[in-house]
């Protein structure tokens, strides 16, 4: 069974970068399109990230200039540099893998992200 794994969350103060990846496990023959979500509690999960095998990636505005999303096959990265106060949220890695002739849509756990001011 395919899953998702995050990892490279933390803390770190105002203006410090941090890596997210997030890798699939299990038989898969890959995956295609890919994105990041944030949220807070109380909030709607947000689109902050996507990339797709054959589209340029997208960013919310927010988030421009300061992160950047990258991928291989089966993994999916965000470098996360000038952290702001309200980048602190739980992030979570989507991806769109295939076994066989089957489609997933897969989760990650989600992994905690803190600045600090």
């Known amino acids: 069974q395919m899953q998702l794994a995050e990892s490279g969350g933390g803390s770190v103060q105002t203006g410090g970068s941090l890596r997210l990846s997030c890798s699939v496990s299990?038989?898969?023959?890959?995956?295609?399109?890919k994105r990041w979500y944030r949220q807070t509690p109380g909030m709607q999960r947000e689109f902050i990230s996507g990339?797709?095998?054959?589209?340029r990636p997208t960013y919310i505005d927010s988030v421009k200039g300061r992160f950047t999303v990258s991928q291989d096959k089966n993994s999916l990265y965000l470098q996360m540099n000038s952290l702001q106060p309200e980048d602190t949220a739980t992030y979570h890695c989507?991806?769109?893998?295939?076994?066989?002739?089957?489609?997933?849509?897969?989760w990650g756990q989600g992994i905690q992200v803190t600045v600090s001011s």
């Open positions: 989507e991806m769109i893998c295939f076994a066989g002739d089957t489609r997933s849509v897969l």
């Open positions: 299990g038989a898969t023959r890959g995956c295609g399109d």
């Open positions: 990339i797709g095998t054959l589209s």
